[in-house]
């Protein structure tokens, strides 16, 4: 089975309207090509994985996929790791210039312990009011992208999480989601998708309404996949809000009250055409060592606070 997020299908969703989905077979992925006629003086590309990871088979040969897009005349590559499906740290490390922890994932493996909540969650299980059951997204999608837009505002997500109502609509068609609603009446208030990869289950994208999160609906999904995936040996939460991979953030205290595991994601870079490289960094005014990856592609505001 390949997984959801190595597919085209997924690719052409995440992918935005002058970028590229190009097949990388040494990978078993689809990367995104994005034009680089943004920047000044400038054409080509340069490559970066699907939002928000991705996921490696652990045969894969880096270097060939690497040798394989500087041939195509991309100027760099840059993507996050799937921190279950990924070669081992000693093989990123040798195939790419970067290679950071990005996020820490909160994970569920069963073959470590039975799911045993943090007294704080059974507690909120207990009081929760809402009704929670498997759906088919495509019969809610109206409902779906009123929550998920309402998420965008709430919390002013923009980049590759600012999901268009087109592809929050397309993701329904994906073969290998999962997808519970949770309910006050009739009323949807709560909605969470899950992408399977054969023993993996990876948490995509949830949210909940006002009258979702007073509800206490979010616990209540959570728990009805934890139950549903019972042969899933590991169930991966994903990550905390926000870049600094705060531990001590609601989600990430949210999600640690569910598992029994942690696992780094890993941001993972290369240079692919030094030259091309360092010219767009000069044009932009960037240092080419800075800590974003690829530097030239540094938001206006991290440039600003540095200058400040």
Avoid at 139 to 160: C, E, F, K, S
Avoid at 167 to 193: K, N, P, Q, S, Y
């Amino acid at each position: 089975m390949t997984h959801p997020y190595a597919t085209r299908k997924y690719a052409e969703i995440t992918a935005g309207p002058n970028d590229i989905v190009a097949e990388l077979p040494e990978w078993n992925q689809f990367l995104i090509h994005r034009s680089l006629s943004c920047f000044s003086n400038n054409s080509g590309v340069d490559a970066s994985g699907c939002y928000p990871v991705t996921p490696f088979d652990e045969t894969v040969d880096l270097d060939a996929g690497l040798e394989s897009l500087r041939a195509e005349g991309c100027v760099s590559v840059v993507l996050v790791v799937d921190p279950v499906s990924r070669p081992s740290d000693g093989q990123l490390a040798d195939s790419f210039d970067v290679c950071r922890p990005f996020k820490t994932h909160y994970l569920y493996n069963r073959r470590k312990s039975d799911a045993r909540y943090s007294k704080h969650h059974r507690y909120e299980l207990r009081r929760a009011r809402a009704e929670v059951e498997k759906i088919d997204l495509s019969d809610y999608l109206d409902d779906w992208v009123r929550l998920y837009q309402g998420l965008i505002l709430r919390h002013g997500i923009t980049g590759a999480a600012a999901f268009s109502d087109k592809a929050l609509c397309a993701t329904a068609a994906i073969e290998e989601l999962v997808t519970f609603g949770a309910f006050v009446g009739d009323r949807m208030v709560g909605c969470h998708l899950w992408f399977r990869d054969g023993d993996s289950v990876h948490s995509h994208l949830a949210v909940s309404d006002a009258t979702g999160r007073n509800s206490g609906s979010a616990y209540l999904l959570y728990d009805k996949a934890i139950r549903y995936f019972d042969q899933a040996e590991t169930i991966d939460f994903g990550g905390a809000a926000g870049l600094d991979d705060d531990p001590h953030n609601g989600l990430a205290r949210f999600k640690r009250g569910f598992s029994n595991e942690t696992a780094p994601s890993y941001l993972c870079g290369k240079i692919l055409d030094r030259q091309r490289y360092a010219q767009l960094c000069l044009d932009e005014g960037v240092t080419e060592g800075s800590d974003y990856f690829p530097a030239y592609r540094t938001p206006a505001q991290l440039t600003a606070a540095r200058v400040r």
